[in-house]
């Protein structure tokens, strides 16, 4: 069975950072591209970064691009984001979801929630 | 980036009531590229349609995709009581990666 769990959420100050974690379980992690994905709250999905299965590619979204660093472990399963320059607009619940043939985002964490505030 | 705008913002249905969402994508994209999720209140999304029309794993056949170019639909042939979520729609055809802002679906 696929599992994807995040952590490393938590309450921050606006201008911190945080890092979170998602730790894969049940398929070859190594083989499959990641994604981030989040959801403020009460609103809809936002893509946030995606790294290929190799690390060779990597792409974010523009309100994030310069602070937020996509990055995976393939030898302990857990993909990673750090995120730098925190603001209040990055309040969200952050998903890591593994991505399909045709880029489609076939398996989702259960979310960690990150607010930034002061 | 393609901007997927996805109507209506809400719908509110009876049971056994037909329903259709659509999304149209502001650039052309391959109907293989178009998916769609249901996220059920306090969960999170799950795969519905992928590639237009081929339903996930475990999807019931009364929900179905359809289109081509820039303009998709879902729909839900008859809806139940547990079909309660909002959906979106999702391309996956160039980076960034965008999704609809949502249907919301309520039962009357």
């Known amino acids: 069975e696929v599992q994807l769990v995040e952590s490393g959420g938590g309450l921050v100050q606006p201008g911190r950072s945080l890092k979170l974690s998602c730790v894969a379980s049940?398929?070859?992690?190594?083989?499959?591209?990641m994604n981030w994905i989040r959801q403020a709250p009460g609103k809809g999905l936002e893509w946030v970064a995606y790294?290929?299965?190799?690390?060779?590619?990597?792409y974010y979204a523009e309100t994030v691009k310069g602070r937020f660093t996509i990055s995976r472990d393939n030898a302990k399963n857990t993909l990673y984001l750090q995120m730098t320059s925190l603001r209040s607009e990055d309040t969200a619940l952050y998903y890591c979801?593994?991505?399909?043939?045709?880029?489609?985002?076939?398996?989702w964490g259960q979310g960690t929630l990150v607010t930034v505030s002061s | 980036a393609i901007v997927l705008n996805q109507s209506p913002s809400s719908i509110i249905a009876s049971q056994g009531e037909k329903v259709t969402i659509t999304c149209r994508a502001s650039s052309s994209i391959s109907s293989n590229y178009l998916h769609w999720y249901q996220q059920k209140p306090g969960a999170f999304p799950k795969l519905v349609i992928y590639?237009?029309?081929y339903r996930a794993s475990g999807v019931p056949s009364r929900f179905s995709g359809s289109g081509s170019g820039t303009s998709y639909s879902f729909t839900i042939s008859r809806v139940e009581a547990e079909d309660v979520a909002t959906y979106y729609c999702?391309?996956?055809?160039?980076?960034?990666?965008?999704f609809g802002s949502g249907t919301k679906l309520e039962i009357k």
């Open positions: 590639s237009t029309s």
């Open positions: 790294i290929s299965s190799g690390s060779s590619y990597i």
């Open positions: 979801a593994r991505l399909g043939a045709d880029n489609w985002f076939a398996y």
């Open positions: 049940g398929f070859t992690f190594s083989n499959y591209g």
């Open positions: 999702q391309q996956g055809s160039s980076n960034p990666f965008t």
